[in-house]
């Protein structure tokens, strides 16, 4: 029988299939380095892309943000061009009230009374006046509470005294409210109820 070395067939066979082997190890991972640098590429464009939308949503943000302020400052104009408007509105309803607080005054001031000095602070007018007695000075307060335009009246100081001819003068500081547009609708509310 004859001896055949099948030493050097399988050694030949062993070469190659590591040469495959090798081929394929080295193709699989330059495959997977392509796949991973796709990969890598596209995970970049999309955060490139994120970003970008990012900036955007930050300068649309930064226009808002202006505007607001703008609305904010428009907003506070408004309110003090509001204030002024109700500050022309209450002068513009008030014109009338002097005339006819001088009015009132006229219709309430009994004879015997001369009022000397007529203040205003408000809704609260300060009479000074001289009347020849006490009674007259009560029959002023109580043509006062009667009147249309003016109420409350309050007796702050009365003194008497001795004037021209030896006629005795009472001299009165007396203060009284003058009425209201408010004032009467919550009178009018109340009697509602």
Known sequence: MSHINL???RETLRKQRQQEFGVAAVAALIFAALVMLLV????????????SRNRYLEQEIALMDQKIKQIEKLEKTKQQLLARMNIIQRLQQSRPLVVHLFDELVKTTPDGVV?????QAGNLVTLNGVAESNTRVSAFMRNVESSEWIEAPGLDIISGGKGKKDA???????????KSDETEEAKNKGKKK
């Open 115 to 119: 009022l000397s000095a007529i203040r």
């Open 40 to 51: 890598h590429m596209q995970v970049e464009a999309m955060i490139d892309h994120q970003n």
């Open 168 to 178: 005795v003068r009472n001299a009165f500081t007396l203060q009284v409210a003058v």
């Open 7 to 9: 030493l050097p067939w």
